[in-house]
């Protein structure tokens, strides 16, 4: 079976067509400025690639260009749209609504409204996406596929804040996690190349990209995670502050007279390595940054390293073990000073690190950074949260 994965954002539209026989990649691409001038997509397969300048005002005529070019001659791979077995579709948050990847109905798609206001840039823009599929391919089956599924199995001592339990029962206000479908993923991956069954594994995966997550898989299960009620917790990321004490929160609204919701957008967009370094929020600007001296930068990579350590620390804890570390994502399979700075110190846990090894460029396949007869394994796993998305949408039909 061929399966589409669509991503809807608020004005882009990724896909990829996945062949599930032997899960490859048949086609690719996405449309950009979907309701904006200047709107095109950009398709891969065949190995060639083809620009589509075109005027984009909905996800559904996104919809129809991109199955035009799936069928289209040069980076065409189908004959026909019934040659697509199903849909696979991202969807950022699911609150408690959903607790695993859901067949669209149209109650399950009033039930997804409920959560928009837990991602109000990303569910929304989800829906718009799922219901302009559901109307170019009225007979074609789809899936939700959620970010958070993967963080459902966390305890509740885990998952809770300190506040008043029946508000937690009233409003929903707890942890939920994020990038559960790239965590599943490379945790699943790790297992397999240290030729282990997951449930013999104590696992930190480090997803460290624009944003950032750890979290700890015991026996193949999430049992915590460092992002919260939404993707502003956790470590520190490219332009998101991470972590905060309320309290600051409210006191420097008051100082810059801001709003609540102007204080979140702060916190959500000028923050984060991109704040305290005053430079970029892209680690390869703090990288070259540190190369020319500059402190800031230095100060920004330490802080994330730092951080991300400590939940590494924590998380071995709280799994009283570990086993393995996992980084992935665009930081985590590229920038060697952040793992270098993550597992410097960590001999006490069993870490024994190979800075040569971690020094490699990366070449897109899983590496060994820990030094041969390291109690802990440290590996280096590219992500794939497509392919996520696919095999969980096959699993359901
Ligand atoms: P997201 O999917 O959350 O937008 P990514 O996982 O693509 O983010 O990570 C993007 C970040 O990875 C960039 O902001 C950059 O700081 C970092 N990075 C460092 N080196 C590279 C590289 N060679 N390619 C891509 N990203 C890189």
New binding site residues.
């Given amino acids: 079976m061929k399966i589409l994965v669509v991503n809807a954002g608020s004005s882009s539209l990724k896909y990829q067509l996945i062949d599930m026989q032997n899960e490859k990649v048949l086609a690719k691409g996405g449309c950009e400025r979907i309701g904006i001038d200047g709107s095109f997509l950009k398709a891969k397969g065949n190995g060639e690639e083809k620009i589509y300048q075109k005027e984009l005002p909905n996800h559904k005529v996104a919809i129809e260009l991109v199955l035009h070019a799936l069928q289209d001659e040069g980076v065409g791979v189908i004959k026909s749209m019934d040659e697509i077995g199903a849909v696979g579709h991202r969807v950022v948050a699911s609150g408690e609504f959903f607790k695993k990847t859901t067949l669209v109905t149209p109650d399950v798609l009033k039930t997804l409204e409920e959560t928009f206001e837990l991602a109000p840039l990303h569910n929304p823009a989800a829906a718009t996406g799922v219901k302009a599929c559901m109307e170019v391919m009225p007979k074609t089956p789809m899936a939700l596929v959620f970010d958070t599924s993967f963080h459902a199995t966390m305890p509740e001592k885990a998952y809770l804040y300190g506040i008043d339990y029946d508000d937690y029962k009233k409003y929903g206000v707890r942890k939920y996690g994020a990038h559960g479908t790239s965590h599943k993923f490379v945790s699943a991956e790790a297992a397999k190349y240290l030729g282990k069954k997951p449930e013999q594994l104590k696992i930190v995966t480090c997803h460290l ?3 950032s997550s750890i979290t700890a898989v015991d026996g193949g299960k999430c049992v915590d995670t460092s992002m919260g009620f939404t993707p502003l917790a956790g470590v520190l990321m ?1 332009t998101r502050s991470g972590d905060i004490d309320a309290s600051a929160v409210e006191f420097l609204a008051r100082k810059k007279g801001l709003s609540h919701s102007e204080a979140i957008t702060y916190l959500n967009k000028k923050c984060g390595v991109a704040g305290i370094s005053g430079v970029s ?4 600007d ?1 990288e070259a940054g540190f190369e020319r001296g500059d402190e800031r930068c230095a100060l920004a990579l330490e802080m994330f390293s730092y951080q991300t350590k400590k939940f590494v620390g924590a998380y071995a804890a709280a799994m009283g073990g570990l086993d393995c570390i996992v980084f992935t ?3 985590g399979e ?2 060697p000073i952040v793992r270098e700075g993550v597992c410097a110190g960590l001999e006490f846990l069993g870490v024994e690190f190979d800075k040569e090894a971690n020094k490699k460029k ?1 070449d897109g396949s899983i590496r060994e950074l820990s030094a041969k007869g390291s109690k802990v394994k440290v590996l280096i796993i590219p992500t794939n949260e497509e392919l996520v998305i696919a095999r969980e949408t096959a699993e359901l039909l």
Avoid: H, K
């Avoid at 929020?281 to 390869?284: G, I, Q």
């Fill in positions: 990209g624009n944003g490219g929020s892209d680690f390869r703090l994502a665009g930081i590229n920038t990366n």
